[in-house]
């Protein structure tokens, strides 16, 4: 495989809108008890206009399609989160190659189809 | 109660495949997990096991945001692998944001895997509290 130079598109992929179902199965698998994430009511009274799909949710789509690509050269992951995500609102995940050197440093960004993003970070690959 | 540099006592897990599953069902994916997904390993585990979060930080549900996390792979963790984990408050900060005070938590958990307690992952987690 050619080396990833400054600049290469790790990946561009688009992830469909969770449903409130996968919501709360993502909120089961990692034990998360916050009923932000499943409770409209709960939502509403927090200021929202839905249920708040998981931060960690993006982490995790990020993480995944990092571990595909890399697998355990993959040494780290840092996500900071912009602006929430509500059910059915697909996300753009790309990540680009920012510095090629001893590591590979990759420039990550999510964004929903309304352009807003929702999170960036960066990631750290092992040569 | 001086809570930044608090450290809680440690507690163990070992990955369960029903939860990794639950995790990629909830992500969309259909298949069932094979490795333990790299981001299995979460704060959120640690509510139930003594690392009660946001009533020692005094942030109510509503006014709970999440910020950021951070993961950094030090040694592969399988299935049948059993770690201990290890969480400290490493920092507190207010900032003024758009909307009023917010406030910052920067907690920090370490996964030793056992019994050898060889740091394999280090995860950082930021809350905030709205004001």
């Known amino acids: ?28 698998g990692t034990e998360d008890p916050n009923p932000i994430h499943v409770d409209e009511a709960f939502a509403k009274r927090a200021g929202f206009p839905a249920v708040l799909q998981q931060g960690p949710m993006t982490t995790a789509h990020l993480g995944a399609l990092l571990a595909e690509r890399f697998g355990a050269r993959l040494k780290s992951l840092d996500v900071t989160f912009t602006a929430p995500v509500f059910p059915g609102e697909a996300l753009r995940l790309v990540a680009r190659v ?9 420039a990550l960004a999510v964004h929903k189809q309304d352009g807003t993003q929702t999170a960036r970070g960066t990631a750290v690959v092992r040569p | 109660m001086q809570l930044e540099g608090k450290v809680y006592p440690p507690y163990r897990l070992k990955p369960d ?26 704060f959120l585990r640690g509510e139930t ?3 009660d979060l946001f009533t020692d930080l005094d942030i109510p549900r509503e006014k709970a945001l999440h910020a950021g996390q951070r993961y950094e792979w030090l040694a592969p963790i399988g299935w049948d692998d059993e770690v201990e984990v290890t969480a400290r408050i490493a920092s507190l900060a207010e900032k003024q944001g758009k909307g009023g005070k917010l406030w910052f938590a920067d907690v920090e958990y370490e996964y030793r895997l056992l019994p050898a307690r060889t740091l394999a992952l280090r995860e950082t987690t930021r809350l905030v509290k709205r004001g």
């Open chain 2, 49 to 51: 096991r003594g690392v």
């Open chain 1, 98 to 106: 920012e510095r090629a050197g001893a590591d590979l440093v990759c």
């Open chain 2, 17 to 42: 495949r029903a939860l990794a599953a639950k995790m990629l069902a909830g992500q969309g994916l259909a298949d069932a997990p094979t490795t333990v997904p790299p981001t299995y390993f979460i």
């Open chain 1, 1 to 28: 495989m050619t080396p990833l130079k400054q600049g290469d598109v790790v990946f561009d992929v688009t992830r469909p809108g969770a449903s409130r179902e996968q919501l709360a199965l993502f909120s089961a």
